[in-house]
T-cell receptor, first 116, second 117 residues
């Protein structure tokens, strides 16, 4: 049982490039989400999904796309990378589709992204 | 708009001392308040959580104190150990908090705790 797996761990992009951050979980969790972590800002929700085929925006969705074709995978796409997207990205999942109370989030180990 | 404000940004404590981290929230619809602990190079992990129907929750050396009228809650780490050195995040969510669900956590800015041996 690997939990939440994120790849790659590190990535450097040039401005304007696109890429996909991968996230997979093997716990059969319905709820998955993406956060970005910036110094002094805490973690901010980018997009989330309550099940396969269902996604919605979080607090900071601009510049990012997501899709959820399977329960296990929830990739995050950067359409045209900008220096402001330099951050550490975390994928998280939980069992309940609506993140029920007391339902803890399981986080991956993160992807450190630098956009030059 | 930062709905959960956390302080201090960093905290240095001697081994055996008490570490106290404070958070204040604005949205009165929040009714679930977890704390997450993050070690370098790792993702955050749930440490302890509280609902506003109680004023205090204790799990081992970790205690959450909650003041609903002041919209504040805090984490107390008793007998702090070097192994507690990590970044701590408070968070909040609520089923009716502006259309959010409990899974859509709003995080504080984080506190870097260093416990000296």
């Amino acid at each position: 049982n690997a939990g939440v797996t994120q790849t790659p761990k590190f990535q450097v992009l040039k401005t304007g490039q696109s890429m996909t951050l991968q996230c997979a979980q093997d716990m059969n969790h319905e709820y998955m989400s993406w956060y970005r972590q910036d110094p002094g800002m805490g973690l901010r929700l980018i997009h989330y999904s309550v099940g396969a085929g269902i996604t919605d925006q979080g607090e900071v969705p601009n510049g990012y796309n997501v899709s959820r074709s399977t329960t296990e995978d929830f990739p995050l796409r950067l359409l045209s990378a900008a220096p402001s997207q330099t951050s550490v990205y975390f994928c998280a999942s939980s069992y309940s589709p609506w993140g029920a109370i007391n339902e803890k989030l399981f986080f991956g180990s993160g992807t450190q992204l630098s956009v030059l | 708009q930062q709905q959960v404000k956390q302080s201090p940004q960093s905290l240095i404590v001697q081994k055996g001392g008490i570490s106290i981290i404070n958070c204040a929230y604005e949205n009165t619809a929040f009714d679930y308040f977890p704390w997450y602990q993050q070690f370098p190079g790792k993702g955050p992990a749930l440490l302890i959580a509280i609902r506003p129907d109680v004023s205090e929750k204790k799990e081992g050396r970790f205690t959450i104190s909650f003041n609903k009228s002041a919209k504040q809650f805090s984490l107390h780490i008793m007998d702090s150990q070097p192994g507690d050195s990590a970044t701590y995040f408070c968070a909040a969510s609520g089923e009716n908090a502006g259309g959010t669900s409990y899974g859509k956590l709003t995080f504080g800015q984080g506190t870097i705790l260093t416990v000296h041996p």
